[in-house]
């Protein structure tokens, strides 16, 4: 009895925090849905609406137009009459539910979509695989094989997080410039293989909790480390790996400012770098801008919905120990 | 031994190799320029410790110290906590948790700048929705939070919506729970542990590499914050939410003082060194790797 | 492992003698390359709804000069578009040609971030005076013309909403002239509730942030915020505290402590960002308009009944009044002047074609003050108040190598007077005093070091 209320509470609690946490989501949902005449308005209203006059018995949508007098010039934008333009009272318009999907036609146009989701995706793929394969062996070397030198490592390794990049900036573009990778995307994509601090540390906690004994059995089997990490680690620890695949593939997806400063040509540039082009110095169309953000976050929340599958049936310790 | 230290060593020939390649070189280049004029685009000249002896003068400098403190002490401990709690909920059997799971995560995906124009009419003090919640709760007029447009609650609007990205700490600790064994919690129970004692007991202790992981990388990612404030308050009202690395970004690309970024840079690398060795030894006790 | 390293080795060789079999066969010489376009590159900082115009600008000029590619790629619009170019400058990599934001020049100048261009325009046969003043002297540092201005940005127009106005017993059709005049507006147009909450707004006159709105309004109030160089200040001199400035900042504290600052910015900020204010909902009265807003009157609030003039200023300040900003290209150091580059960038400032293409696609004004486009601008019921402005002022934001420390040391000013009560004039003071000892070490090093532009 006890559990099952507790179960209750459970859910509610749920609910309520996801309802919180979707509301960022969905408002960008519904702005990228608004017609530009609704998208200014001051009253936070998650639903999109278009303006409608009574025309002949029934509630047309309406675009309005321009000013005329007291009045407003409307034109009508669906029925037999579409097209026509009549001059109204503002007060006999009024709001229904609508969805303006123009805003994602306009978005697709305003720039090249298809080559610039091909470029990051290059950029993606090869970040994930990079950083999960060097973190996964680096954190195994800092965690599974007792050295001497490895906690002088791993605090060179995390302090290399403690300086702001803006002042390693330009050495490392000269870096770059010198190794003849400007305008490629080796800048991007070979750090990645040479492991990322965040997620070596991360994998090295993960890995210091899969039991030592494991791994002696395995070596007492004969296995090589090579073996015990691929065999025994790795398996283990598939929820963490998931988690590194993911948050690396989010970070390249969404990264602006590497891309944009090391590459050179429009052809070259990434999603991201298309998305913050919607955005104008003094002016912006909203509604485009939402639209081409909410294709920008889908395929990460699909990648993420199939992901989590992995974070939650990583084996159970428990059991392997018997 | 020596075979152990080669074993060692290749599995982590990969790091070495990038931080040899990519990090060493702009690393000491920087605090080379840390003891000069540079202006960015003519070449360093030396002027000794001049650039650390300016930034002791600089109002903005102690300011944007005491700013960055107060988000790192606010947005860390409560982003943790809100992330377990996520985690505890998300870890229930219930219909739908996989779209739970995915919806908590959502916040950390939007694009920032989306992210932000909503915040702006989140806290927006008369019409956003976090006043009108405030409202519901009777919480007088005369008392409620001016938000951005208020030097005083500037910055704990920016520490409540970092909260929005919880979810990101909340999967690694998900991930974390699935490795904690369910005949823990049994034995815990039958021993007669309430719910609250095997919390504390069984599944803190349990999570504590990650809690550790999460907690360093929030002092380290807080201390550095940055992002947030360019967007949406480009440090306003009246400084207060003048981060560190905000000021050392002015500095550094708008008033082309590269050499006294740097300084700023070295000093801000002093101070989180130090927070992170105290708390990794404050926590030796507390973390428990192998079961 | 050899044979792989071998085979990799041996086919250029394998295809230069071949090659060389092929010209030997062919003619008995070597055949000779058709001549390469030479290839100019460009970097612009517009949002993706200017991409079709500025393609339309290159085919315009390909066709025009043919023998020369221009390859031109977006390098981004905000502050993080120094970062790029600074990284490429410092790296090597920097383009024939970028974009540069008016304010920017001076200081980038002096850094020695720009080539040269005195002896191009020189040679060129164009005039300063073909340019809109401001514009132009913003162009050049210490005697050296560092950019041709491109773009120019009356700013700004003031409008206000006619239908506030009836509603309030205001005449729709006399708009504020003086400041008196504008106080009387705001306080009849501005509304209050009993718990001191915004419920309509008259105007929000910092509604351009930081120093943007200080240098509106100082403007318009008579002050000044520089002397141009001279013998004794070859880089000018700082003057915030200039009387007409402190008049400025005075109004809007008093403003300020009127409506209090909080609410008037919780207020004016509740609309979804920048360019996107309560004045589209119909909630504030009047407002300062960019001339690249003129689209969003159309967009936002296509039905609401505008009024649009020039900013109201006291009568012993300045009327018509306005400040002129915009970009400029230039040619980052390190790379010679190339003259397909400098042709390029006299076509894209001051030819016809070009110059279209900016009013009419990018709905920009040129700072060639020659331009035909003008006469089409001028007659125009919206845009012919921008072009009023425009052959009115006589501002830019300032001519100093600290452009980025002044405008954030401005902005601090205004804070600590609108929140923090500091006294306008002690607040200016201070900045004046701040950034004089700024521009001073910046004198100190050009004398010390000279710069990249000048050694």
């Keep these: 009895m006890k559990n099952r209320s507790n179960r209750i509470v459970g859910f509610v609690a749920l609910v309520l925090f996801a309802a919180l946490f979707t509301l960022p989501f969905l408002w960008q949902v519904s702005t990228s849905l608004k017609t530009e005449d609704q998208v200014g308005k001051s009253e936070f209203d998650l639903i999109p609406r278009a303006q409608t006059y009574r025309l002949d018995g029934s509630d047309v949508e309406i675009k309005p137009v321009e000013r005329k007098g007291a009045d407003q010039v409307i034109e009508v934008l669906e029925g037999p009459k579409k097209g026509t333009r009549l001059t109204v009272a503002p007060d006999s318009l009024k709001l229904r539910p609508h969805l303006e999907w123009s805003n994602y036609s306009g978005g697709f146009q305003a720039f090249p979509f298809f080559r610039m989701l091909r470029n990051t995706l290059v950029i993606c793929v090869l970040v994930v695989l990079g950083t999960s394969l060097s973190c996964s062996l680096a954190a195994y070397g800092l965690a599974c094989v007792p050295w001497k030198g490895r906690e002088t490592l791993f605090w060179i390794m995390l302090a290399t997080m403690m300086l702001p990049g803006q002042v390693t900036m330009i050495p490392l573009f000269q870096t770059f410039k010198g190794l003849g990778w400007i305008n490629t995307i080796l800048p991007l994509v070979v750090p990645a293989f040479c492991g990322n601090a965040f997620f070596v540390f991360m994998l090295r906690q993960f890995y210091r909790t899969i039991p030592a004994s494991l791994m002696e059995a395995a070596r007492i089997d004969g296995a090589t480390d090579l073996r015990i990490w691929a065999t025994v680690v790795l398996p283990l620890s598939k929820a963490a790996l998931a988690v590194v695949a993911v948050f690396s593939f989010i970070g390249a997806w969404n990264d602006f400012l590497g891309p944009l400063l090391y590459l050179m040509d429009d052809d070259k540039y990434t999603l991201a770098i298309g998305l913050a082009r919607l955005q104008g110095q003094y002016s912006s169309d909203w509604g485009r801008m939402m639209a081409m953000s909410v294709v920008m976050t889908l395929p990460l929340i699909t990648l993420f919905f199939l992901a989590q599958r992995t974070f939650v049936e990583g084996i159970k310790l428990g059991g392997v120990k018997g | ?291 | 492992m050899t044979g792989r390293h071998r085979k990799g080795n041996a086919s250029p060789f394998s295809r230069l003698a071949l090659g060389l079999i092929l010209a030997a066969a062919t003619g008995g010489c070597l055949p000779q390359p058709k001549p390469e376009p030479h290839v100019i590159t460009v970097w612009q900082p517009f949002d993706a709804s200017d991409q079709a115009a500025l393609d339309h600008l290159v085919r315009e000029f390909e066709r025009t000069h043919p023998g020369i590619k221009v390859k031109m790629s977006f390098a981004s619009n905000d502050l993080t578009s120094s970062q790029k170019l600074f990284l490429a400058i410092a790296g090597g990599v920097a383009p024939d040609v970028t974009f540069v934001d008016g304010q920017q020049l001076s200081e980038w100048a002096a850094r020695g971030a720009l080539a040269d261009l005195t002896d191009s325009f020189g040679r060129s046969g164009l005039k300063p005076e073909d340019f809109w003043e401001p514009r132009w002297k913003e162009s050049t540092f210490r005697g050296h013309v560092y950019a041709m201005p491109w773009g120019a940005d009356p700013n700004f127009a003031f409008i206000w909403n006619k239908d506030l106005f009836r509603n309030a017993g205001l005449d729709p059709d006399h708009p504020p002239k003086t400041i008196a005049e504008l106080d009387n507006c705001i306080d009849k147009l501005t509304i209050v509730d009993r718990q001191g909450n915004i419920t309509s707004l008259g105007l929000n006159p910092w509604e351009w942030t930081g120093a943007n709105c200080l240098f509106t309004w100082g403007y318009a109030f008579g002050g000044n915020f520089y002397t141009e160089p001279d013998a004794s200040h070859p880089l000018g001199t700082v003057t915030a505290d200039n009387p007409g400035v402190v008049k400025a900042l005075d109004w809007m504290a008093r403003f300020g402590r009127k409506y209090d600052v909080r609410k008037v910015t919780a207020y004016d900020a509740q609309m979804v960002g920048i360019g996107n204010t309560p004045f589209y909902a119909g909630k504030s009265a009047m407002r300062l308009l960019h001339v690249s807003q003129i689209k969003d009157l159309h967009r936002y609030a296509p039905t609401m009944d505008i009024g649009i003039g020039l900013i109201p200023a006291p009568p012993d300040g300045e009327y018509p009044n306005g400040w002129i900003g915009g970009w400029s290209l230039a040619v980052p150091r390190n790379r010679d002047v190339r003259p397909e580059a400098f042709e390029f960038i006299k076509w894209m400032c001051t030819s016809k074609e070009a110059t279209d293409i900016e009013a009419v696609e990018m709905e920009q004004f040129p700072a060639y003050a020659k331009s035909p486009a003008f006469a089409r601008l001028s007659k125009d019921p919206v845009r012919g108040v921008f072009y009023q402005i425009l052959s009115h002022a006589k501002h830019v934001r300032t001519l100093m190598p600290v452009q980025g420390y002044y405008m954030e040391r401005l902005g601090r000013a205004i804070d600590e007077v609108l929140y923090g009560g500091m006294l306008p004039k002690e607040a200016l003071e201070r900045t004046t005093e701040d950034v004089s000892n700024r521009l001073q070490s910046v004198a100190d090093e050009l004398a010390q070091h000279g710069t990249g532009a000048h050694s």
């Design chain 2, 1 to 291: 031994m020596k075979s152990r230290f080669w074993t060692g060593i290749a599995f982590c020939s990969p790091l070495i190799f990038g931080l040899l390649a990519f990090t060493v070189l702009p690393v000491i280049a920087s605090f080379w320029f840390s003891l000069c004029n540079y202006p960015i685009l003519e070449p360093p000249h030396y002027v000794g410790v001049a650039n650390y002896r300016d930034l002791a003068r600089d109002d903005q400098f102690w300011h944007s110290i005491r700013n960055t403190f107060v988000y790192v002490l606010g947005s860390v401990p409560l982003g943790m906590a809100v992330g377990l709690g996520l985690a505890l909920l998300l870890n229930q059997k219930v219909p739908g948790i996989k779209v739970f799971r995915t919806l908590f995560f959502l916040p950390t995906v939007v694009p920032l700048v989306a992210n932000s124009v909503l915040w702006i009419r989140l806290l927006n003090p008369q019409q956003g929705l976090v006043n009108s919640f405030l409202r519901l709760l009777h919480v007088p007029e005369s008392w409620m939070p001016g938000w951005l447009a208020d030097e005083r609650w500037a910055m704990p609007g920016l520490i409540l919506m970092s909260l929005w990205g919880a979810g990101g700490g909340a999967v690694l600790y998900l991930a974390a729970l699935q490795d904690v064994p369910s005949e823990l919690f049994e034995a815990a129970e039958l021993d007669g542990a309430g719910p609250t004692q095997r919390f504390r007991h069984v599944t803190i202790p349990l999570i504590s590499p990650v809690l550790l992981f999460t907690g360093i990388m929030g002092l380290i990612g807080g201390f550095q914050e940055f992002a947030r404030a360019f967007v949406m308050t480009q440090g306003g009202p009246w400084d207060s939410t003048l981060f560190y690395c905000l000021h050392l970004f002015n500095s550094a690309f708008t008033e082309f003082r590269l050499g006294y970024a740097s300084a700023m840079a070295w000093v801000l690398f002093a101070i989180i060194l130090v927070a992170t060795v105290a708390v990794m030894r404050a926590s030796t006790k507390h973390v428990q790797y192998e079961q």
